[in-house]
C-alpha cells in the first residue's frame, strides 16, 4: 500500500529552528508538496519539490531525496503565526495525491 | 490563483437528514475536487467533479451516499446523504491552480465542518 509517514505533533520556541520530517511509500513519484493548515482554515500551498535538492522561499525551505522516500520542511526564526499542522502530500505515478496526516507544529514564546 | 467560496463554513445535523454544500470558484475550472478531513487524518478524496459527466468517485465512497452536481466549469456541490455522526467531519472543495508551472497546486475551500447528532 501508500503510505506517508511525519510526526503526529512538534514543539518548538519562537526565533528557533524546526525541521519536519516526511517519509514516503508510494507506486511512483511525481512530485512532493507541503501544505500549511492553521486550525479552522483551509490547506494553504507551502511549497513543490520534484527534483531532489533544497527549495528555498524565505523563512521555509523544503527538501527532497527521491532514492531515500524522504522530505523535510525547514522553518527558521519562528514566529507564533507559524503554528499549524503541515501537511506532506506525494503524487503518484497516476497522479493521485497521497497525504500525510498532518504535523501538528505548536510555538511557544 | 483561484479564490474559493464554499458554503455553510459549519452546520450541525440530525441524523438521518441530507446536507448540501456549494463550492463557488471565481474562475473556470475543468475539475473540481471533494475532499474528506476527519479529525487528526489526512485529507480523504472522496470524488472528483467534472462538468458535463458524472463525478468520478474514490474507493470507499459511492454516489448515492455523496451525490455531486456539476452544473457548470465554476459550480459544484456535494451533498452528503442520509447522514450519521461518522459522517461528522470536514468538507473542502478544491480546484488545480499554477504556479510553480505543472505542479498543479491545489487550492482549498474553507471547508465546510459537519457535526451529526
Known amino acids: 500500500g501508500q503510505n506517508i509517514d511525519q510526526p503526529t505533533e512538534m514543539t518548538a520556541t519562537e526565533g528557533a529552528i524546526v525541521q519536519i520530517n516526511c517519509t514516503y511509500q508510494?507506486?511512483?513519484?511525481?512530485?512532493l508538496f507541503w501544505y500549511q493548515q492553521h486550525a479552522g482554515e483551509a490547506p494553504t500551498f507551502l511549497s513543490y519539490?520534484?527534483l531532489d535538492g533544497l527549495e528555498e522561499k524565505g523563512r521555509f525551505s523544503s527538501f527532497l531525496s527521491r532514492s531515500k522516500g524522504y522530505s523535510y520542511l525547514l522553518l527558521k526564526e519562528l514566529q507564533m503565526k507559524d503554528s499549524a499542522s503541515y501537511l506532506c502530500?506525494?503524487?503518484?505515478?497516476?497522479?493521485?495525491?497521497?497525504w500525510g496526516a498532518g504535523t501538528k507544529l505548536i510555538i511557544k514564546p | 490563483s483561484a479564490v474559493i467560496s464554499q458554503k455553510p463554513s459549519r452546520d450541525i445535523c440530525q441524523r438521518g437528514t441530507s446536507l448540501t454544500i456549494q463550492c463557488q470558484v471565481d474562475?473556470?475550472?475543468?475539475?473540481m475536487f471533494w475532499y474528506r478531513q476527519q479529525p487528526g487524518q489526512s485529507l480523504t478524496l472522496i470524488a472528483t467533479?467534472?462538468?458535463?459527466?458524472?463525478?468520478?468517485?474514490e474507493s470507499g465512497f459511492v454516489i448515492d451516499k455523496f451525490p455531486i452536481s456539476r452544473p457548470n466549469l465554476t459550480f459544484s456541490t456535494l451533498t452528503v446523504s442520509n447522514m450519521s455522526p461518522e459522517d461528522s467531519s470536514i468538507y473542502l472543495c478544491?480546484?488545480?491552480?499554477?504556479?510553480?508551472?505543472?505542479?498543479?497546486?491545489?487550492?482549498f475551500g474553507a471547508g465546510s465542518r459537519l457535526t451529526v447528532l
Open positions: 519539490n520534484v
Open positions: 474562475s473556470q475550472v475543468t475539475m
Open positions: 502530500a506525494v503524487r503518484d505515478s497516476n497522479y493521485q495525491l497521497i
Open positions: 508510494t507506486s511512483g513519484f511525481n512530485g
Open positions: 478544491s480546484v488545480v491552480t499554477g504556479p510553480p508551472s505543472g505542479a498543479n497546486v491545489l487550492t
Open positions: 467533479a467534472n462538468q458535463g459527466s458524472e463525478a468520478t468517485y
